[in-house]
């Protein structure tokens, strides 16, 4: 047997087929089958593809299937105290819209829609670059302290989490000060 992955740029006609190595296994007479391993080492969103395919030479048979390879990020913010912020996590490597979306406090509480504080988006799927960015706006008031959400993301039963830290920092004004012409003055912001 032998594995390909076929990869469509632009029409039908357009293929694209990369040879992947694969390990075969005697042919079962009990179950009237043969079965090939491919074993991906490393898999990354790029290699997600609509079709991969095993081919096997001898019978003329071949078998269909799609790889799907999720990574997920988000970046850290950093907001003033008491500020609305918005923070993101981004899904590559989706062959569709995923299953769901949720967002946790650090403690592992769900946020619901329930909670007037906060507003969750699971965001749109975008076929063409095969990702989907969910958002958090955490309201006004209550970014007061340092911390931290988690993006729960499912796609065919699978839950991955990513953790995104909300840094909360003060702006705290000097007391107004008197400037003299002509002497160096030095001005702080705590």
């Not at 796609?155 to 920092?169: A, D, E, M, W």
């Amino acid at each position: 047997k032998q594995w390909y992955q076929r990869r469509v740029r632009g029409t039908e006609d357009d293929r694209k087929y990369v040879s992947l190595t694969g390990v075969p296994e005697a042919y079962d007479d009990d179950a009237r089958t043969r079965k090939s391993t491919l074993t991906l080492s490393s898999p990354q969103a790029s290699d997600t593809s609509d079709s991969i395919e095993c081919y096997d030479e001898t019978i003329g048979i071949s078998g269909v299937m799609q790889l799907e390879v999720i990574e997920t990020s988000a970046g850290n913010q950093e907001v003033v105290s008491g500020a609305e912020t918005v923070i993101s996590c981004d899904v590559t490597g989706l062959l569709a819209e995923l299953d769901t979306v949720a967002w946790e406090k650090s403690t592992g509480d769900p946020i619901t829609a329930e909670m007037t504080d906060y507003e969750v988006a699971a965001g749109s799927y975008n076929a063409e670059t095969k990702t989907q960015t969910s958002t958090l706006t955490v309201k006004n008031g209550i970014n007061t302290a340092d911390a931290e959400y988690k993006c729960a993301v499912t796609r065919n039963g699978q839950t991955r989490k990513t953790s995104v830290h909300l840094n909360i920092f003060t702006i705290t004004p000097v007391t107004p000060m008197k400037a003299t012409t002509s002497v160096a003055q030095t001005l702080t912001c705590n």
